[in-house]
Structures are given as structure tokens and as C-alpha cells.
């Protein structure tokens, strides 16, 4: 049956028509306002086969079922299972296909959620997976003859929700096929953000079998989006247009059948065959568009050329010009990342990732493999951190696989995954994976022999891999072959093979290429020096992806010059604009930056106090940074700490409580602090053995989270900051935590203060189970609280211990509980 | 509906920023800061509203419950329910700023608190406008006793989801969170707009640190 359906769908010589509205139909035959339309399955089982007959006489081959919210969050508290109700609106649906002389099918039809995944909301990708495949699982059983995918504004909703049908399927030992349309503004996005360069590269990856548009707009509007769509797959695109646009006053949907029909028409040069009404339309819409296509034939129009691209919803990167790979979160090699990660310190991996994408990278490398670290727990941790904070793509980086696939599920667009090589084991480990998650992948030139010395011989494994590749269904666009650097130091020889391999790669296979740089200099000075001058030779060569430090300046002005020099950059267009601004001004003509604020750098000088604290005082992070480096020459870290940076953030708290100052300037003072702590813990990872005091969790170490079902955080990070300033290490666990983590933080680490926020009164009750969770547990911490909507009292009634007002009394707590 | 945002009022997001009444005159040093901040808002901001003119008596019977909205409505045989965000982008941003510099996060929230109530108040006047009426001010769930839990209704009397793409989570917060929902009377033809004190139906008006300081948190109207 199935193999006859997906026959069908794939004839391109034919058209199929889909329905259109179903909710306002229902409603037109009495379903009353603010019931949900699912249920109408139940009590009118003949209203709805009703709605779906007329569709099809009109002219409809497939027909959506009545199922579009029927998910166990939106039918909660209705009495009625996602299974019972999916069950009986299949069989409504099968009912009016069976009776009619077209046999037409019958979809599956699955809404957004309606609830906002995480980052932005707080439904877990787990989560809405799991939703998604309870629909799926009812409506295979109840025999459904395809999946829609419908009306979806966030590609992360998209993605579990292909992966649930998928997976199912695959569970069920069936293969539908599955339809995917999402809802664009005018503006060429979803509400989320996401573009359609991005939203064709993530469904096609996935493994859809058609892409489409529903709802939005009216056809006249959606025509440009359209246009752009079938340019960026080669996956049969599908439409489903509003009625024009609604009347802002009256809400009514502005253009007739026959109009929609004729606006629809255009579409066809587009070589688009399949075709619905959204929101507006009624069977007499299906009926002028069964009228409008009679008699002719779909357009077969080119299929658009891939092209190699990596993306977030967001952040579509094609690689059509050299982009840079960033290389710093990687912890070999480097020690204070390595403790960021012992530490979870994810907000100093995070700022790595921050101040590469500042500095120019348009991909960012992930690796998180080190001893003690569990990396398929630990990668898709950080993947996921990134990417609330970040649009920029990233490149799975990880040799484990089991730790790349728990990275590439989760990942929000289409990642890389950095690498496959050319041994047996590989391949069959990290290919599939490729496949069914639509990454691309690095191809690393080696195999069970090793790295090969000659340049022919590492094309050959580039050559086996790039075939094997293929065969697995992975285009040729989605490869890029790393050559391999060497070290000069160590094989010199050699330097010049990786080079050639790279031109070979280019030329006879036809794929993009990528390079990790930096490994050139090792075990030599001036190991700049040689990094430029390998990346120019690279750039030469072909190297389309380089994975460099963008931190140092002469790399990223190797590539720009590069390709003006080449003419890469069209009237050096890039180039200008990246040398006109004032900060590269003063670089190439060696004056230092001006300071943004508009207070000297260093006022000591003036008023005869120390450097340092007016530093914190005013606030000037590179100026108390600079103090604390010149102290931890002469000074111990304790003493600095405790004679410089606590009495100085005291000063500042003072003035705070005194109203002499505002709470953003004591931020901005914390801050300044901050510079200093950080310059202490670089000095501590890097002189591991010196006598000076823990800044790790042991002794001092506070819990903060806001709690479970809030999503404001942003008290909570002041606290955070001023917190972390008194040298306070913070363990923060981020908001919407639910009590247990707050539980197992506090006994993992031996806790003895926990802090939390709540802003709503709705998530008060959360605070109030959280603290119980600690008391059941009989642990020795105290709890302090605060929200805008908590007082003293409300505090100790639901049991905390302290009631913090603001940041600046949860440091006389801090220091009340723990000295 | 996309709506243009061209400017966000500077003292305001001061106001935001500090958590007290404004310091006069306000110091140049916190002009720029705001100024900076609105400018990165400005820039990244889709803010996008929507809005269904509905009979007020119907709402009081249902879920518009208690007695503050029933005297703020009092008069109005109409009213508008509004929905109005600044989307998702924003909240990105705001994460993102945290990540590296929490001061300069301060005056982005305070720049998108401004900004959205700015969205409100043109929007607001633009429907006075259209109706030639005059409005009450915005009432919104959690003022005085009109519970929280309204909230989901309001989002489907509106089709939130749909039309703005703005959600509930489960713990009844909206998201994204630079978001309003409220309803506005539309006052009877004739009558002029009153601005009350809204301490008086504030929950939290006991504790209220800032009334303490003889300081009014919403956006003075005199």
C-alpha cells in the first residue's frame, strides 16, 4: 500500500489537491467557540465525514484528518485520550475517502504544540519528541496514509517532529510518507526567526518527502517565498494559502474562490503540482482549483544545484567563500577551558564561543573530550547551551559516536560533524548517522594504516570515503575533506603533500575542503608567523573552511586579503568596511582603542587612590584587569583578594545601600571585579601548585537557580555576578530547574547555601517545592530567596531561611552563612 | 500584524534601568547607555501585535472575573483585547548579552520593557484614533484580583499563537517574555479617559519598595 502511495506522490506528471480549512467549517455547522475542533470527532463524527465528503467532491485526492491540535497538552483535562481521539478522526476521515469514487487518502494532519520549545519557552526537545510520537503512533494504527506536518513557525519543533515520524514509522515497520509545511510573515520569516534557505536545508536533511507552505499569507503574498523555496530544494514544495489577508476589523478573509484560483495559477511555472486552501477557504476554493488545473499538466522545472551549506534556523551559512571554523572550544591544550569544563563553568564556554563569533567565525568548532568527562552526556549539554545563546552553526567535534549522535539530535539546524575517516569502523559508525540527521561531515585523509605521507594517497582515502559516502545517500555538497596538517617541526617533508592532496581533493572530486591550521607551527616559535603563512598557502591550494583562532588578528587578515587578492571579494567590498572601522583603524596604525567610556582609564593619578579600587569603582574592567596582573607578579591571589577586591566591591555595596549610586552601577563595578577574578583564575590554572585559596565549589560554593517554570532570570544573574565577585563561587543552574536538580547539585557539591528567584506568582509554588524537596532530604544548606512578587513573610512561610531584597543583601547573607 | 517600531522613550528605560524615580536632572552618562541599548533593540526587535474588538458583558461573564475589572470596564459596552510581543529575537539577544556583560544586559531589559509598553501605547492611541473614542487605560491579568489564570484565555480569545506567536508555558508565563496581553474599554462617546491611581488595587502594594519612596511603577500620565 504504501509503496503505491509514495509511487503516487512521486509521479510528477500529476496533480493532487489537497483540502482547505477545516476549523472554520466546523464552526459554521456549530461547533461552539472555545471548544477544541478535535473533539467534534467524538460527539459528531457525521459533521466532520460531512466536512471531508464535500472536500472531496470539490476535488480533493488527500484530505487532512480532523487532528491538527489533538496532542496530549492541548487535549489535557478533556476527558479523552490523544489515542481515542486521533482513532475516531482517522476513521471520519476514512469514511468520507472510502466512500468516494477517487479513493482519495487520508493524512494524519499534526500542529505546532503550542507551546514554545526551549531556549525561548520551556518544553524540552525531548518532550515535544515524545508528544509528536504519540500522535504519529495513533494515527499509523488507526491507518492514516500519510503524515502532514503543518503550520510550524519553529524548525526545532519541525525537527522532532520529523524525527517522531520517522522513528515511529520505522517501529511500526511502515514507511509514510510525511509532509512538512511551515507558516512565513511577509517578512520572509517564521515567527521564530527561521529563513527558508534554512528551513529547506533542515526538512530535506531530514528526510521529507515534500516541503511546503501553509497558512501565512494569501497566494499573492506567499508567491516571492515561494519562489525562493523551490530554488533551495529539490523536494517537491507544496502550497496551502490563506484566503488574501484578514480585514483587521471584521477578521474576514479578503478574496473570492475564483481569485484564489487564478492567483494560484502562477504557481505552476514554478513546477509546483500539489495545492491546498489554509485558513479562509471552504471546498468551493478546491473546487475552482480542481477547475483551474483541468486539462493541464505540471511544468517540469530544473531541480535547483546543491550547494554546501551549514545552518541555524536563523544563521544560514552557505560555503561559497572561505568561512572560518572557530577552534576554541576544544580543551586540548588549553587548561583553563579544561576547568571551565571539570567546573560546568558554561558561562566561560560560552563566552569563547561569544568572542570568536564577535571576531569574525562563522562556524564554531565543539569539542568537549577529555579525561573525567563524560562526552555524550557532556556534548549535547554544551551544543544546547550554545545554542540558546548563539545562531552561529556548529561543528560536532568528537570521536565518539554515540556522543555525535546524542549532539546531532538535539542540535538546532544542520551541523557538521567533525569526522569520519576512512577506516571500516568509521565509516559504518559515522555515515549513517550523517544520513538520517543531514549533517554535513569532515572527512579526515587517513585510515587503518595511518596518515598517508604522499598527496595521492591520502586523495585515495578522500576518494574511497567521498564514494562510500554516496552510496549512503550523502551528497558530494555535504563532504569536506580535511588533507591534513602536519607539523613542520616533525615532518617538514610533508607539509608541502598536504597541500597538493588539497588541490587534487578539489579538482577530481569536487567537495569542499577543510583544515585545521594552527597544528603547522607546533613545536616552533613565533608560531604565528608560520600559522599565516601555512593558512595563505592553504588558501591557495583551496582550503575552502579553515578552522583557526579568529582571535588573532593576522589570520583573519590573511583571508581578508586573500580574497581580494583573488577576487573573491567583489570591488573589496569586505575589506573596506572591515578596515574602516575605528577599532582596526587603531590597530594598523598601533594606537591603542579609545576607551568607551568617556572617565580616564586609570584616575588614580588624580585623586591619589588606589588603581585598583577606582578601577571597580568606575567600573572599568581592562584597567582592573591590567592592576591585578602587575599585583599577582609581586602579590599572593589571597592577599589581592582580600585586601584589593572585597574591601573595593564593599565601598561600592555602601553606596548602593546609601542610594549614592544605581543598581547598574554596581553591575558595572561587579564586572570590573570580575576582570580581576578572572585574571586570578587564569593565574591559578595555569600555577596549579602555588599555595592559594579554592575558588572551587567546596568550601564557599553557592547554588542559584530560578526555579521550575520561570523563565526570568535575570535577577538572578545579577545576584550571580555580585555573588561571584565577593568570591563567592557560584554553581548556577540556569532557570525553569526543577527542585530535584537543585537537590543533587546541593548534595553532589556539599552546598551549604542555595539561592533562588521566582518572578511570578504562578512560580512561587515552584520555589515552595524546591525548598521542601531540600528539607525532605535532611540536607545542611540553607535556602535564601527573591522575585519581584516575594516579601519577608511570604519568604519564611513557604520555609526558606533568608529573604533577599536585592543582589546586595544576598552578599551579607552569603557571607552571614558561610564566613 | 508587524508594527513599526521607531523609537523608544529614553527616560523611560532609565526608569527601567534604575528601579527608583528618575534622578533630575538625568545624567548624561545613563542617557547614553539607554540610548545605546535602545538603538541595539530597535534593531533587532519584530514587534508584532493583534487585536479583536469583543462586547464587554459576555467577557465579565466569563473569565474576566473580580471586581477591579469590573469597575475599570464600568461604562464600556465594548472593549479591545490586545496582544502585542517584540518576538523571540529580543530574548535571544537579552540571553546572549548575559552571557558576557550583565550591566549592559540591564539596560537591554530595560530598553525591552520600554519598548514593548511603547508598542501599547501606539497602538492603543491608533484604535482611539480610528474609533474617535477615548480608551481606559491597559488592564492585564494579575492586576488587582483579575487572576493569572485568565491568561490562557485571553491567548485563545486572540489566537495569540497564530496571529503573533506568542505562547503560554505551562506555569502560566507568556513567552516570549517581552510580551503584553490586555483589555482596553472603549469608553462611551464623549467620555474622557481617567488616569486612577493604580496603587490602589496593586497586590503588592504593602511591600512595595518603591512606594515606600514615594515612587509610582507604571508610566505617569500627568
Redesign the interface.
Known amino acids: 500500500m504504501e509503496k503505491i502511495i509514495n509511487d503516487l506522490l512521486e509521479d510528477s506528471s500529476r496533480f493532487w489537491l489537497l483540502d482547505g480549512a477545516m476549523g472554520t467549517q466546523l464552526q459554521k455547522k456549530g461547533l461552539p467557540f472555545g471548544l477544541q475542533p478535535e473533539l467534534f470527532n467524538l460527539s459528531h463524527p457525521e459533521i466532520v465525514t460531512g466536512i471531508h465528503r464535500e472536500y472531496i467532491e470539490a476535488g480533493s485526492n488527500i484530505i487532512y484528518a480532523n487532528t491538527f491540535g489533538a496532542n496530549r497538552k492541548k487535549l489535557s483535562g478533556c476527558g479523552h485520550s490523544v489515542q481515542e481521539v486521533i482513532t475516531a478522526a482517522v476513521k471520519n476521515a476514512k469514511a468520507a475517502a472510502n466512500a468516494s469514487a477517487t479513493q482519495a487518502l487520508v493524512a494524519l494532519d499534526i500542529g505546532p504544540i503550542g507551546e514554545l520549545l526551549e531556549p525561548t519557552g520551556t518544553l524540552s526537545f525531548e518532550e515535544a519528541y515524545d508528544i509528536f510520537a504519540e500522535e504519529i503512533t495513533a494515527g499509523v494504527t488507526a491507518g492514516a496514509d500519510l503524515i502532514v506536518l503543518e503550520t510550524m513557525t519553529d524548525l526545532y519543533e519541525v525537527k522532532a517532529g520529523i524525527l517522531a515520524a520517522k522513528e515511529t514509522c520505522e517501529k511500526l515497520g511502515r514507511s509514510l510518507p510525511l509532509m512538512v509545511s511551515m507558516t512565513f510573515e511577509a517578512n520572509g520569516r517564521t515567527f521564530t526567526g527561521c529563513s527558508v534557505p534554512s528551513m529547506a536545508a533542515v526538512i530535506e536533511g531530514l528526510g521529507a518527502d515534500f516541503i511546503g507552505f501553509n497558512c501565512s499569507l494569501g497566494p499573492v503574498e506567499l508567491l516571492p517565498l515561494a519562489k525562493e523555496l523551490v530554488s533551495c530544494t529539490s523536494l517537491p514544495v507544496f502550497i496551502k494559502a490563506n484566503a488574501g489577508l484578514p480585514d483587521p476589523q471584521t477578521n474576514l478573509y479578503s478574496i473570492s474562490a475564483e481569485e484564489f484560483a487564478r492567483c494560484m495559477e502562477e504557481y505552476l511555472s514554478l513546477g509546483i503540482r500539489v495545492f491546498g486552501g489554509c485558513c479562509g477557504t471552504d471546498p468551493e476554493f478546491i473546487c475552482e482549483m480542481a477547475k483551474m488545473l483541468s486539462g493541464k499538466h505540471p511544468v517540469k522545472s530544473a531541480v535547483p544545484a546543491r550547494r554546501s551549506c551549514v545552518c541555524t534556523p536563523t544563521d544560514f551559512v552557505p560555503v561559497d567563500r572561505v568561512r572560518i571554523i572557530g577552534e576554541r572550544i576544544n580543551p586540548t591544550g588549553k587548561k583553563r577551558l579544561k576547568q571551565a569544563i571539570l567546573e560546568q563553568d558554561f558561562d566561560y564556554i560560552l563566552s569563547q564561543g561569544i568572542s570568536q563569533v564577535e571576531a569574525g567565525a562563522s562556524i564554531l568548532d565543539v569539542n568537549m573530550g577529555m579525561p573525567g568527562i563524560d562526552e555524550v552526556q557532556m556534548l549535547p549539554l554544551v551544543v544546547k547551551k550554545l545554542q540558546s545563546v548563539l545562531d552561529t552553526p556548529l561543528q560536532l567535534d568528537s570521536s565518539n559516536p554515540q556522543a555525535v549522535e546524542a549532539a546531532l539530535r538535539i542540535y538546532n539546524g544542520k551541523p557538521i560533524v567533525n569526522s569520519v575517516n576512512g577506516e571500516e569502523k568509521s565509516m559504518q559508525a559515522i555515515l549513517p548517522l550523517v544520513k538520517k540527521y543531514g549533517a554535513a561531515v569532515v572527512t579526515l585523509t587517513l585510515d587503518e594504516s595511518g596518515i598517508p605521507l604522499l598527496a595521492e594517497q591520502r586523495f585515495a582515502v578522500a576518494e574511497k570515503i567521498v564514494r562510500r559516502a554516496e552510496q549512503y545517500g550523502i551528497p558530494k555538497e555535504d563532504i569536506f575533506v580535511d588533507c591534513l596538517t602536519l607539523t613542520a617541526s616533525a615532518q617538514q617533508k610533508e607539509v608541502v603533500e598536504t597541500l597538493k592532496a588539497m588541490k587534487m581533493v578539489k579538482e577530481k572530486l569536487g567537495v569542499k575542503t577543510v583544515l585545521g591550521v594552527s597544528n603547522i607551527s607546533f613545536g616552533l616559535p613565533n608560531r604565528e608567523l608560520l600559522n599565516h603563512s601555512f593558512l595563505l598557502m592553504a588558501l591557495q591550494a583551496g582550503l575552502d573552511l579553515p578552522i583557526i583562532n579568529p582571535n588573532i588578528p593576522s589570520m583573519l587578515d590573511a583571508i581578508r586579503a586573500f580574497e581580494v587578492l583573488y577576487n573573491l571579494d567583489e570591488h573589496s567590498a569586505r575589506y573596506i568596511e572591515n578596515f574602516s572601522r575605528p577599532e582596526e583603524i587603531a590597530r594598523i596604525s598601533a594606537k591603542p582603542v579609545a576607551a568607551p567610556i568617556s572617565a580616564p582609564e586609570s584616575a588614580s593619578a588624580e585623586t591619589g587612590h588606589d588603581p585598583l579600587t577606582d578601577g571597580i569603582k568606575k567600573g572599568l574592567a581592562e584597567s582592573v584587569r591590567r592592576e591585578v596582573a602587575a599585583l599577582l607578579t609581586s602579590q599572593e591571589p589571597e592577599e589581592i583578594i582580600n585586601s584589593k577586591l572585597i574591601p573595593a566591591l564593599d565601598v561600592v555595596g555602601q553606596e548602593f545601600e546609601q542610594g549614592k549610586i544605581f543598581l547598574p552601577q554596581m553591575i558595572q563595578s561587579a564586572q570590573a571585579a570580575q576582570a580581576g577574578f578572572e585574571e586570578i583564575k587564569n593565574f591559578l590554572a595555569n600555577h596549579p601548585k602555588a599555595d592559594t585559596p579554592s575558588l572551587s565549589l567546596a568550601q564557599k560554593g553557592i547554588v542559584l537557580a530560578t526555579v521550575h517554570g520561570d523563565v526570568h532570570d535575570i535577577g538572578k544573574n545579577i545576584v550571580k555576578v555580585i555573588l561571584e565577585n565577593y568570591g563567592f563561587p557560584v554553581l548556577d543552574l540556569g532557570r525553569d530547574v526543577p527542585a530535584q536538580k537543585v537537590v543533587s547539585a546541593v548534595k553532589e557539591h556539599s552546598i551549604k547555601l542555595v539561592g533562588l528567584s521566582a518572578l511570578m506568582t504562578t512560580t512561587l509554588k515552584s520555589m515552595e517545592e524546591t525548598i521542601a524537596a531540600l528539607r525532605a532530604e535532611n540536607l545542611d544548606c540553607k535556602v535564601m530567596v527573591g522575585g519581584a512578587v516575594l516579601t519577608e513573610d511570604y519568604a519564611m512561610k513557604i520555609g526558606a531561611d533568608f529573604y533577599a531584597k536585592d543582589a546586595k543583601q544576598s552578599v551579607d547573607i552569603a557571607k552571614k552563612v558561610l564566613g | 500584524?508587524?508594527f513599526s517600531l521607531k523609537q523608544i522613550p529614553i527616560p523611560e528605560i532609565v526608569r527601567y534601568?534604575?528601579?527608583?524615580a528618575l534622578p533630575s536632572p538625568i545624567p548624561q552618562?545613563?542617557l547614553s547607555?539607554a540610548q545605546n541599548a535602545a538603538q541595539e533593540v530597535l534593531s533587532c526587535c519584530?514587534p508584532?501585535y493583534h487585536?479583536?474588538?469583543y462586547p464587554v458583558q459576555p467577557l465579565l461573564d466569563s473569565f474576566l472575573t473580580g471586581e477591579d475589572i469590573r469597575r475599570h470596564l464600568s461604562g464600556c459596552s465594548d472593549c479591545v483585547l490586545l496582544c502585542a510581543t517584540l518576538?523571540?529575537?529580543v530574548?535571544?539577544l537579552?540571553?546572549?548579552t548575559?552571557?558576557?556583560?550583565?550591566?549592559k544586559?540591564?539596560?537591554l531589559?530595560a530598553a525591552a520593557s520600554a519598548a514593548i509598553e511603547q508598542v501599547c501605547d501606539e497602538v492603543q492611541l491608533d484604535i482611539a484614533q480610528r474609533l474617535e473614542r477615548s480608551l481606559t487605560t491597559r488592564f492585564s491579568c494579575?492586576y488587582g484580583d483579575l487572576p493569572?489564570s485568565a491568561q490562557p484565555h485571553f491567548l485563545?480569545c486572540l489566537d495569540a499563537?497564530?496571529k503573533?506567536?506568542l505562547?503560554?508555558?505551562?506555569?502560566?508565563?507568556l513567552?516570549?517574555?517581552k510580551s503584553v496581553t490586555a483589555v482596553i474599554g472603549i469608553l462611551p462617546e464623549g467620555a474622557a479617559a481617567s488616569h486612577s491611581d493604580s496603587c490602589s488595587i496593586c497586590?503588592?502594594r504593602?511591600?512595595c519598595?518603591l512606594r515606600r519612596k514615594g515612587v509610582f511603577c507604571g508610566k505617569d500620565y500627568q
Open positions: 500584524m508587524l534601568a534604575l528601579g527608583t552618562e545613563f547607555l519584530q508584532k487585536l479583536v474588538r518576538g523571540s529575537e530574548d535571544a537579552i540571553r546572549r548575559q552571557v558576557t556583560d550583565m550591566a544586559t540591564l539596560w531589559d494579575g493569572l485563545s499563537g497564530r503573533i506567536g505562547h503560554l508555558s505551562p506555569s502560566g508565563m513567552v516570549p517574555i497586590n503588592l504593602e511591600n519598595q
